[in-house]
């Protein structure tokens, strides 16, 4: 099969490395994970090298207009902050918008 890759996914039960194959354009081939030999047999070619972790920072103001009450008082347990489910969420919206124009203030 042409285009393929072997991916490094951890290690199996027995401590032995297994892969999962992509196409060159990022779609997996499948959702199982395989053997060195049986990758190495479907994609026909060597290992890729493993890729280290990537780190997203999460932006300072996250996007909280199209979030549900019980989302927007997740976020602000997140921050230390207990909100009122009771209250409307136009009212929990403004103590969110509050909170973060006040974070960037400081």
Not at 36 to 58: L, S, Y
Request: hydrophobic share 35%; proline share 4%.
């Amino acid at each position: 099969m042409a285009d393929l890759k072997m991916i490094p996914a951890g290690m199996d039960l027995n401590n032995n490395p297994v892969y999962k194959i992509c196409h060159s354009d990022g779609r997996w081939y499948d959702t199982a994970t395989y053997s060195k030999e049986k990758a190495e047999e479907i994609v026909g070619v060597e290992v890729i090298e493993q890729v280290e972790k990537v780190v997203v920072e999460k932006p300072t103001t996250p996007n909280f207009k199209n979030m549900s009450k019980l989302e927007l008082e997740a976020l602000m347990r997140e921050h230390d902050i207990e909100l009122d489910r009771r209250k409307t969420k136009k009212e929990l919206m403004e103590t969110v918008a509050n909170y973060f124009s006040e974070s960037k203030d400081e």
